[in-house]
């Protein structure tokens, strides 16, 4: 495993097994080799996109667009889009960023999408 830091900035990405890690070094968020992205504290699983869909390659990428996507392939060959984050904005620099109480979030200035509540979007 490959840690990427605390954030990961526009067109920046995960392979599988890399994370990005709180400062205080609680926290992981993962792309697991099933496809799955997933925040954990140690053992214990936060929160999870859901995706897992077996072994193969996979990416996650903070896109342009505002969106956080996990994908099939690589990043130079990529396949179909298998998770979002659902926050579309438009063209712009995006961060997601792993905080040390534990929350994802992916922010442009200001927050519009995070791990604790990501179907309430601001």
């Known amino acids: 495993m490959a ?3 605390s954030t990961l900035g526009t067109n920046e ?4 097994d890399d994370y990005l890690q709180s400062a205080n070094g609680r926290y992981k968020a ?11 504290r140690g053992n214990a699983t936060l929160w999870q996109s859901g995706t897992g869909q077996g072994p193969g390659a996979y990416f996650a990428l903070m896109q342009d667009d ?6 099939l392939g690589t990043p130079q060959q990529p396949g179909n889009w298998v ?4 926050s579309v904005r438009g063209p ?3 961060v997601l960023a792993l905080q040390d109480d534990g ?12 791990s604790t ?3 309430e979007q601001t």
Do not use: C, H, M, T
């Not at 993962?30 to 954990?40: E, K, P, R, T, Y």
């Not at 994802?104 to 999408?113: M, T």
């Open 3 to 5: 840690s990427k830091g």
């Open 13 to 16: 990405y995960l392979n599988v």
């Open 30 to 40: 993962a792309l697991q080799a099933d496809g799955n992205f997933v925040l954990s």
């Open 66 to 71: 505002g969106n956080f996507a996990v994908y």
């Open 83 to 86: 998770w979002g984050s659902e």
């Open 92 to 94: 712009g620099n995006y």
């Open 103 to 114: 929350n994802l979030i992916l922010s442009q200035r200001v927050p519009i999408w995070n």
């Open 117 to 119: 509540e990501p179907d």
